[in-house]
Every structure is written in C-alpha cells, then in structure tokens.
C-alpha cells in the first residue's frame, strides 16, 4: 500500500491503542481527515485484511441512532501498520504527521 500522509496519521491513530474497537467517526476527529478520504482508506486497509470489522450490538445503544460499524487491527495489520509507522518516522515527508509511540 503507497505510504501517504493519510494512511500514516490513520496507521499512528490505530495502533495507540491495538486492542479496543475503532469508530469511523472518532478516526475522523482524531486525524483531520475527511469521511471522504476516511472510509475509503478504511475499505482499503480491510480488503488488504489489515483490519476486521464488526457492528455494534443494537443492544448497546442508548439513544436513537442506528448501529455503528467498527474496526479492530487483525495480527496482519498490526505487523503492516506498525511497519507503516517504522518508515514513516524515517521518511521526511511524513514530519509534519504527529507520530506517536506505539503500542505494540
């Protein structure tokens, strides 16, 4: 996958903390990037099997809204993505990209 500012902001926002579920949304306003530009890297990082999915249990929710799609880093994707993160640090392009540390 073609290293790009998105997917490293995407890649250091997952991987702060591997184990919990990931919504769309918060991926949004945690990195700056669009829904847009968001959900299709999103598809792409899970067709390449980088990251699972799931559905919120309708049970679960408390107010009148629909259930929310998640995403959780498969063992794949946490050796892709934290790869991702190791050439980004090294790659001056990718300064202006807050990194931060990993928790792997």
């Known amino acids: 996958m073609k290293l790009t500012p998105n997917l490293v902001a995407v890649a250091a926002e997952l991987l702060t903390a591997p184990e919990k579920r990931h919504w769309g949304y918060d991926l949004s306003k945690s990195t700056g990037i669009r829904s847009g530009v968001l959900y299709p890297l999103l598809g792409r990082l899970y067709d390449e099997g980088w990251l699972d999915d799931g559905w919120e249990d309708p049970v ?12 959780t880093i498969s063992q794949y994707g946490l050796e892709q993505l934290g790869a991702v993160a190791a050439k980004a640090a090294h790659d001056r392009r990718f300064v202006a990209v807050q990194l931060r540390p990993v928790a792997l």
């Open 60 to 71: 679960e929710i408390t107010t009148k809204r629909p259930p929310r799609r998640y995403y």
